[in-house]
């Protein structure tokens, strides 16, 4: 059974940093891909950054990039995302995902199988 549990959320100031942590049982990193993907009060769900299963590549959305850092830990099953000089409008329940996920759909939020319950980001001063 996959279960994918995030954690790290909280209130920062705008420029402050936070680092979310997903913790994944029943993935294997290897064999799924992994993403972050965040939704604001009355917007869609949108793509925050990507890995590969094969964990040579990451991809970033466009408002995120050189601000965020995704990485992951094999030997521990977890998967971060580093997040440097937030904005408000970082402002967002974060969610991982997991799936088997071809390169060309990592952004796209429906390919992906599992999910977790999110966590809050609140940049606000």
């Known amino acids: 059974q996959v279960q994918l549990v995030e954690s790290g959320g909280g209130l920062v100031q705008p420029g402050g940093s936070l680092r979310l942590s997903c913790a994944a049982s029943g993935v294997t990193f290897g064999q799924y891909s992994m993403g972050w993907f965040r939704q604001a009060p009355g917007k869609e769900r949108e793509f925050v950054a990507a890995i590969k299963s094969s964990g040579d590549s990451t991809y970033y959305a466009d408002s995120v990039k050189g601000r965020f850092t995704l990485s992951r830990d094999k030997a521990k099953n977890e998967m971060y995302l580093q997040m440097n000089s937030l904005t408000p409008e970082d402002t967002a329940v974060y969610y991982c995902?997991?799936?088997?996920?071809?390169?060309?759909?990592?952004?796209?939020?429906?390919?992906?199988?599992?999910w977790g319950q999110g966590t809050q980001v609140t940049v606000s001063s």
């Open positions: 995902a997991a799936g088997r996920v071809i390169t060309s759909s990592l952004t796209q939020h429906n390919r992906y199988n599992y």
